[in-house]
């Protein structure tokens, strides 16, 4: 779930009632996320002792300092706590050494819930489940918005579906996001907007990304690299 709306419409769904701890860890992850108390003390009522209830615990009866001061909240596998970590370790001067880990682990578990949210769009776009396949390729690009491979299957499932506008819009903001990538990773969504007819501004043109795609496979022997690899 990527936006606030989504966010709230699972805080919505929490207020019928926790079904199974799955639900309740979605309500939490949505109270975190959108800084709701009210709904992060309804999620911990009850909430088993394990890594995720438990540090959202501490931050919710003793704040900052308590909170920080279990460690990161690796085990837990939450972006939210690991967001309240680097809040946390960002505004409080005493927990300020603690930042720089705190960004990296955050970092690290962004990229690795995006490989696994890219892994099932691919698994559900290959199964012709395409709501599903759109729904974890836009995860995708929320926990990591330079992925080229999501941004590429997303605008072929838009445009396949005559969405056009919004497969430029997703074309526009990876060509912002992959700036700063090396240029031969960034050229692969250049292709593929051109393959899809989509506008793309002026820069490389297509005979010069031709070429340079040329001169990387008589490099390397290689086509290019695989559609399932990270950026």
Same mark, same amino acid.
């Given at each position: 779930?990527a936006t ?9 769904a ?7 701890p799955?639900?309740?860890? @979605?309500a %939490?992850?949505?109270?975190l996320?959108? /800084?709701? *108390? ?5 999620a911990? !009522?009850?909430?088993?002792d394990?890594?995720f ?9 003793d704040?900052? =300092? $308590?909170?920080?001061?279990? /460690?990161?909240?690796?085990? =837990? ?8 970590f @680097? ?6 001067p ?7 880990e705190?960004? *990296? ?13 890219y892994? $099932?769009?691919r ?5 012709a ?19 080229r491979? $999501? ?6 499932? %838009? ?5 056009t506008?919004? $497969?430029?819009? @997703?074309?526009?903001?990876s ?5 700063l ?14 393959r899809?007819?989509?506008r793309l501004?002026? /820069?490389?043109? =297509?005979?010069?990304?031709a070429a340079?795609?040329?001169?990387? !496979? ?6 290019? =690299? ?6």
């Open positions: 779930m606030d709306g989504l966010w709230r419409e699972a805080l919505d929490a207020r019928e009632g926790f079904v199974g799955v639900s309740r860890e @979605v %939490l992850e949505a109270a996320r959108l /800084g709701d *108390e009210a709904a992060l003390a309804r911990l !009522e009850g909430a088993p394990e890594p209830f438990s540090a959202a615990r501490a931050y919710a009866h704040g900052c =300092a $308590a909170f920080v001061d279990l /460690g990161p909240p690796v085990e =837990a596998r939450s972006e939210g706590l690991l967001d309240l @680097v809040h946390c370790a960002a505004t409080e005493a927990l300020a050494p603690r930042l720089g705190a960004m *990296e682990l955050r970092s690290a578990l962004r990229r690795g819930l995006a490989h696994g949210a892994e $099932a769009g698994a559900a776009r290959a199964g489940n395409l709501g599903a396949a759109e729904r974890s390729f836009e995860r995708t690009l929320a926990l990591q918005p330079a992925h491979w $999501a941004a590429i299957q997303l605008m072929e499932l %838009l445009v396949d579906q005559k969405r506008d919004e $497969a430029q819009r @997703v074309l526009d903001a060509l912002h996001h992959t700036q990538l090396p240029e031969a990773e960034a050229r692969h969504v250049r292709q593929a907007a051109r899809l007819g989509l501004p002026e /820069g490389p043109s =297509a005979l010069e990304d340079a795609e040329t001169d990387v !496979e008589a490099l390397t022997g290689a086509g290019g =690299a695989s559609p399932s690899a990270m950026n």
